[in-house]
């Protein structure tokens, strides 16, 4: 009896690919929207997902123009374009041709075309349909319902029994119901901080001493209040602290340690200060439990680098992306006081155009002068943007400022794109103060441009190119390699050894060693418009009489010729 062989449907065709060419010469005012669409897109997500929605978009278009011969524009698009557009890539075979295209794919395209017709509409795009033709419904149908993580129902009955009860978090509310007076301390302490503190300083002062009355309610039941805290919780918390995990399960870094304790040094230090009652009776965080803090270099471009980065900056065609990064790179400003930089931020004071940075980081605003590239740049932006709704020179769709992901992803496309790895915001403004302070500004007119408070801020600069060091080091060096190269066969006074070796030049000598060769060594004499005559036959006989005493065959020759010619005179 032979075997029952069935074999597999023949796969389709795999449809040729769209191009935006073809599409913008079959239906352009569609293909102009998508495009701009995706161009807007860019300035707030990541270049992968602004790929993905271009080979979905790509895809769709490329689908209508091919089924329906009179719809060519993004308003004519209809749920019957859309419902065939997901039959069609139902019926696709993925390249392999092994099996069909994944259910999660389809849904997953059909869902970036949602978010298309319902942002074009929100954004106020001309060529937008009357309806929206992806509804929620048509966007994820027959998904599977998820519950308990995100896991589909499938996964989940893989697993069968009651799930476990998850543990109780390290939340305030918890922390209050299990030790009400330590966490009333340490809640009043916060309230306290935000008066006079930043909400980054007081999230941080937060999330540290959050984090410790945790670890005080399950090691230690009995310790309910701060005043009953002593040197023994602090010597368990270290412990703790060194053996805690983080996200990529490595250890904790020690600047993670040092800033948890010292923030828990400072909450005792201010409660004893403030004589508040639920205070402990002295500070049980000691100077030597905070790990020592390192003092690396800032991160910089060095300058091959940086003329990269700045030479495929100068070819950004989004108008937003250049500026945006032309501040950061040429002003040294932070992420936080580019977002705030108001509209109207640029003025002139008699020739020169300045530029007002708002308050930032260290609560003081400062003003920098406006290189000319970016008043031109600003000029060009505000035009082609119109008037600003938020009064800021910045913002994003919904006329918010912008974040700092959105700054970052700018950076970092054009570091990719200049082929310099990843480059952070802040690196720009190491680059510019290294930059500057290589080429001869004074250090506290780069704490002026910067907007430092302290000597000390700048003075770091200095540590990554200290040209005295430098210049010192190489003068050591230079002499201890002409000593070494003069005496191979033991101690040899260096002076007149290196008189010995002098070359005889028009205006002084050369004290270059022996060994080393000379690409510039009679460069004038060789040169077809160098002139002398019997003036300077002295100078050229002496010269010769140098090039035989050194054996020196390249110059002895040439100052022959040239006392020969002399000598003869005129013929």
Same mark, same amino acid.
């Given at each position: 009896?032979?075997? @029952? ?55 769709? %278009? ?20 859309? %419902? ?24 997953? &395209?059909?869902?970036?075309?949602? &978010? ?7 954004? #106020? ?11 929620? #419904? ?32 390290? *939340? ?17 302490? @916060? ?35 701060? !005043? ?7 010597? #368990? ?23 948890? +304790? ?38 910089? @471009? ?11 900056? !100068? ?18 400003? /932070? ?6 930089? &108001? ?20 609560? $003081?605003? /400062? $003003? ?35 974040? =700092? ?23 720009? =403004?190491? *680059? ?5 302070? $290589? &080429? ?21 600069? %200095?540590?990554?190119?200290?040209? $005295? ?62 002139? *002398? ?6 100078? +050229?006989?002496?010269? =010769? ?27």
């Amino acid at each position: 009896m032979s075997a @029952l062989v069935v074999s597999k449907p023949a796969a389709p065709a795999k449809p040729v690919p769209a191009r935006w060419a073809g599409i913008d010469a079959a239906a352009p005012v569609m293909a102009a929207t998508m495009l701009a669409y995706l161009g807007r897109l860019s300035a707030e997500l990541s270049a992968a997902s602004v790929a993905a929605a271009e080979v979905t978009l790509r895809q769709f %278009a490329g689908h209508v123009i091919a089924t329906d011969p009179t719809c060519r524009s993004v308003a004519a698009t209809g749920a019957e374009h859309v %419902a065939a557009y997901r039959a069609e890539l139902g019926q696709r075979w993925a390249s392999s041709g092994e099996r069909r295209v994944l259910s999660t794919t389809v849904d997953y &395209r059909v869902a970036t075309l949602h &978010r298309f017709f319902g942002q074009i509409a929100a954004w #106020g795009f001309a060529d937008t349909p009357a309806v929206t033709p992806v509804g929620a #419904g048509l966007a994820r149908p027959g998904r599977p319902r998820r519950r308990g993580g995100g896991r589909p129902a499938k996964a989940l009955a893989k697993k069968p029994g009651p799930r476990p009860e998850r543990p109780a978090q390290a *939340t305030w509310a918890e922390i209050s119901r299990r030790a009400p007076r330590l966490a009333s301390t340490m809640t009043g302490y @916060l309230d306290q901080l935000a008066i006079s503190h930043r909400p980054a300083s007081v999230r941080g002062a937060s999330q540290a001493l959050r984090l410790f009355a945790w670890h005080l309610i399950v090691s230690g039941p009995a310790c309910t209040a701060v !005043a009953d805290i002593d040197r023994r919780h602090i010597e #368990g918390y270290k412990v703790a602290l060194a053996a805690q995990k983080g996200p990529q399960g490595k250890p904790l870094s020690a600047q993670t340690v040092r800033n948890r +304790l010292g923030q828990l040094r400072s909450f005792f230090e201010r409660l004893i200060d403030w004589d508040d009652p639920d205070k402990p009776r002295r500070v049980p965080v000691f100077a030597g439990d905070l790990p020592k803090a390192d003092d690396p270099l800032p991160k910089f @471009l060095d300058d091959p680098s940086a003329a990269k980065f700045m030479a495929a900056l !100068a070819t950004e065609p989004d108008r937003r992306r250049r500026l945006m990064v032309e501040l950061l790179a040429r002003t040294g400003m /932070r992420v936080g006081e580019l977002a705030a930089l &108001r509209d109207d931020a640029t003025y002139r004071v008699g020739a020169t155009y300045w530029l007002r940075v708002p308050v930032g980081k260290l609560h $003081n605003d /400062r $003003n920098v002068p406006l290189h000319p590239l970016l008043l031109g740049l600003i000029t060009d932006y505000r035009t082609w943007r119109g008037p600003s709704s938020s009064g800021l020179l910045f913002e994003r769709s919904d006329h918010q400022p912008l974040d =700092r992901y959105v700054v970052a992803r700018a950076v970092e496309r054009t570091a990719r794109r200049a082929g310099v790895g990843h480059v952070h915001p802040h690196q720009l =403004r190491h *680059t510019l103060a290294t930059q500057c302070l $290589n &080429r001869g500004m004074s250090l506290e007119a780069i704490a002026a441009l910067l907007g430092h408070r302290t000597p000390r801020m700048t003075l770091v600069y %200095a540590r990554i190119s200290d040209t $005295n060091v430098a210049e010192q080091y190489f003068r050591a060096t230079d002499a201890v390699e002409t000593k070494s190269a003069s005496a191979p066969g033991g101690h040899v006074d260096a002076k007149p050894q290196a008189r010995a070796h002098q070359r005889l030049l028009g205006n002084g000598h050369c004290t270059r060693p022996l060994e080393l060769d000379c690409r510039f060594q009679t460069i004038c004499e060789g040169c077809g418009f160098f002139d *002398t005559n019997i003036e300077f036959i002295d100078i +050229l006989r002496r010269q =010769r009489d140098d090039a035989v005493g050194h054996s020196d065959a390249k110059r002895t020759r040439l100052y022959n010729e040239l006392v020969e010619v002399i000598a003869s005179g005129p013929s």
